[in-house]
Nanobody, 127 residues
Framework: QVQLVESGGGLVQAGGSLRLSCAAS????????VSWARQAPGKEREFVAA????????MYSDSVRGRFTISRDNARNTVSLQMSGLKPEDTAVYYC????????????????????WGQGTQVTVSS
């Protein structure tokens, strides 16, 4: 059973930066997809970014493209999300998700693609 633990959240002023990390308790598939999603109060969880562990291929939501960067360190079983140019509307609980294996047949932008989820880390951006 894979457990994901997010860290790095906090309070930051608009325009600032934060780096989130997602650590897996056990090895996940070499070609697994790992994503970041977020959920603001009163809203549904939404896709933010994703990366394939083997190829490093990345994808982003339109709302964060150009401001956020996802990266992976396969040796350490971690995936990071570097967030810059933060806006108050980025305030949310950020979750890390991972697919069960390397054979990904659905869109990596779909949250249902991911089997494992962490407990989340709070990001608050003040204006």
């Amino acid at each position: 059973q894979v457990q994901l633990v997010e860290s790095g959240g906090g309070l930051v002023q608009a325009g600032g930066s934060l780096r989130l990390s997602c650590a897996a308790s056990a090895a996940i598939a070499s070609g697994a997809g790992v994503s970041w999603a977020r959920q603001a109060p009163g809203k549904e969880r939404e896709f933010v970014a994703a990366i394939r562990r083997n190829t490093g291929a990345q994808m982003y939501s339109d709302s964060v493209r150009g401001r956020f960067t996802i990266s992976r360190d396969n040796a350490r079983n971690t995936v990071s999300l570097q967030m810059s140019g933060l806006k108050p509307e980025d305030t949310a609980v950020y979750y890390c998700g991972a697919t069960a294996g390397s054979n990904i047949t659905s869109s990596m932008r779909s949250l249902g693609t991911y089997t494992y989820w962490g407990q989340g880390t709070q990001v608050t951006v003040s204006s």
